[in-house]
T-cell receptor, first 113, second 112 residues
Framework: EDQVTQSPEALRLQEGESSSLNCSYT??????LFWYRQDPGKGPEFLFT???AGEEKEKERLKATLTKKESFLHITAPKPEDSATYLC??????????????FGTGTSLTVIP | ETGVTQTPRHLVMGMTNKKSLKCEQH?????MYWYKQSAKKPLELMFV???????ENNSVPSRFSPECPNSSHLFLHLHTLQPEDSALYLC???????????FGSGTRLTVV
């Protein structure tokens, strides 16, 4: 069973057209939820960490929110440079082990000028 | 500029070759990781080193051999790989496990 599901798989937006990406998770105890941005041929770049339901974080045109079962990454008035794959990862509260992170398959965002 | 540096950026190797991937982190983190990223799949954790000790090995084939000589350096030694091993190999580091990862830019590996 997938621990993290991201939707949509791909999203095309016109420049300035706001939208949201979804990350739903099924881990029993959440230590943290992470959003990353990944450009083609590069490693993921950290964006946000959310720890508890109701928490929100913002950075430029991006805003991440968290509920008990999902997170949303809202993109307001996107620009072409926001085009990238956005990855969600959840960290399970099971004690220290590197194997407690679960990644989604990402949403590929394309912003058309 | 990321605090995690991976070399080489691209690697093409034959199935009988032996090569190594290198990762160096300049962040003072105490844990380092190797991940495999294939198209349409979630990142797959391969190896974890915590304070230079390997703590996880996710049933990775023995043709992949990690080495962590100190807390700043991590290697992935490759030998007799298969074409399905072609992927982006990512190194990451973290301080403990609570704060998430800092990733390197990855090595794009192609096995021919």
């Amino acid at each position: 069973e997938d621990q993290v599901t991201q939707s949509p798989e791909a999203l095309r937006l016109q420049e300035g057209e706001s939208s949201s990406l979804n990350c739903s998770y099924t881990v029993s105890g959440l230590r943290g939820l992470f959003w990353y941005r990944q450009d083609p041929g590069k490693g993921p770049e950290f964006l946000f960490t959310l720890y508890s339901a109701g928490e929100e974080k913002e950075k430029e045109r991006l805003k991440a929110t968290l509920t008990k079962k999902e997170s949303f990454l809202h993109i307001t008035a996107p620009k072409p440079e926001d085009s990238a794959t956005y990855l969600c990862a959840v960290q399970e509260e099971t004690g220290w082990t590197g194997n407690q992170f679960y990644f989604g398959t990402g949403t590929s965002l394309t912003v058309i000028p | 500029e990321t605090g995690v540096t991976q070399t080489p950026r691209h690697l093409v190797m034959g199935m009988t070759n032996k090569k190594s991937l290198k990762c160096e982190q300049h962040l003072g983190h105490n844990a380092m990781y190797w991940y495999k990223q294939s198209a349409k799949k979630p990142l797959e954790l391969m190896f974890v080193y915590n304070f230079k000790e390997q703590t996880e090995n996710n049933s990775v084939p023995s043709r992949f051999s990690p080495e962590c000589p100190n807390s700043s350096h991590l290697f992935l030694h490759l030998h007799t790989l298969q074409p399905e091993d072609s992927a982006l190999y990512l190194c990451a580091s973290s301080q403990d496990s609570f704060y998430g990862y800092t990733f390197g830019s990855g090595t794009r590996l192609t096995v021919v």
